[in-house]
């Protein structure tokens, strides 16, 4: 199947908002919002109680202190909602306790979610995202796509994107992210830069031979209406894609991630890329993971 044609069949119907009710994990509201209403999305907002919060309640008040928790999680997801439903966004919450490792995944097949959005926080990157590891093994391991949003990208303009940066290495996992670039940015009818960063350090194909490759990967009969542009550029994969996002104003890039292990593997083209992407962007940065 062509890019293309998988970008037209791409939907995004259900997205999954995971947050631990602070500020930073709500980051990625407006971004998600903007998205649903380009798609007719209905949003999740989910929290999971940990467990560890009843540890130290002792057996007369466990019933009370769970009780105290579920109404407070619920009003602040109540609170949350209340605003995307002014929007006239179809939204829903989710309340559970235990693992986020166990219980995301539960709810991704229980509400076919297409998409989860994470929030980062302070300027560690990843390794400081308000689920801690486990939101590292969500956008390195989950077979949906990844929107993170950090507190740079939380000061931008969140409207629909005008320009989205699709960073390719010709991988399945790049060429799968592709079709979401193509996707997405037919939807919001928004500037799409096709790049891929090549190896200054070995012998590459010209440039020339390298463009039309990228221009190969979207056939004529993209629906895409808006500018187009493909690029070639040498260096650090990371630092370039940075780079030429700040160039040219990118509201969103996208990566593709390898599977098991791959998010942290050096060896992996976008496996420390990706992670230093994130960290360093200052737009919300959206992952894919082609499936096993």
């Not at 998988?6 to 997205?15: C, G």
């Not at 540890?55 to 928790?69: G, V």
Request: net charge neutral.
């Amino acid at each position: 199947m062509s890019i293309t044609a998988r970008a037209k069949a791409i939907k995004l119907n259900h997205i999954l908002v995971a947050t631990d009710l602070s500020r930073a994990s709500l980051w990625s509201l407006p971004y998600v919002s903007a998205i649903a209403g380009e798609y007719d999305s209905t949003i999740y907002i989910g929290h999971v109680i940990p467990l560890w919060v009843y540890t130290a309640a002792r057996p007369q008040s466990f019933d009370i202190i769970e009780k105290e928790c579920r109404e407070h999680a619920q009003a602040e997801l109540d609170r949350f909602s209340a605003e995307i439903k002014s929007q006239n966004i179809n939204v829903q919450t989710l309340l559970s306790e235990g693992d986020v490792g166990i219980v995301i995944p539960d709810w991704c097949k229980q509400h076919d979610i297409d998409l989860i959005a994470v929030g980062t926080t302070g300027r560690s990157g990843v390794r400081k995202l308000f689920l801690g590891s486990v939101a590292e093994e969500i956008i390195r391991a989950a077979e949906r796509p990844v929107l993170t949003v950090g507190r740079a990208s939380s000061r931008r303009r969140s409207g629909p994107s005008r320009s989205i940066l699709c960073a390719t290495d010709f991988s399945k996992d790049s060429l799968l992210c592709a079709s979401y670039a193509l996707s997405m940015a037919s939807h919001c009818r928004a500037r799409l830069i096709v790049l891929t960063v090549i190896d200054e350090r070995e012998e590459p194909e010209s440039r020339a031979s390298v463009v039309e490759r990228l221009r190969a990967l979207i056939s004529n009969n993209s629906t895409l209406t808006s500018e187009l542009e493909f690029l070639v550029a040498s260096g650090n994969p990371a630092k370039k894609i940075l780079e030429i996002a700040r160039e040219h104003s990118a509201d969103l890039i996208t990566v593709g991630v390898r599977g098991a292990g791959g998010f942290a593997r050096a060896a992996s083209h976008f496996g420390s890329t990706a992670h230093d992407i994130i960290v360093g962007s200052s737009c919300p940065v959206l992952t894919v993971r082609a499936s096993k």
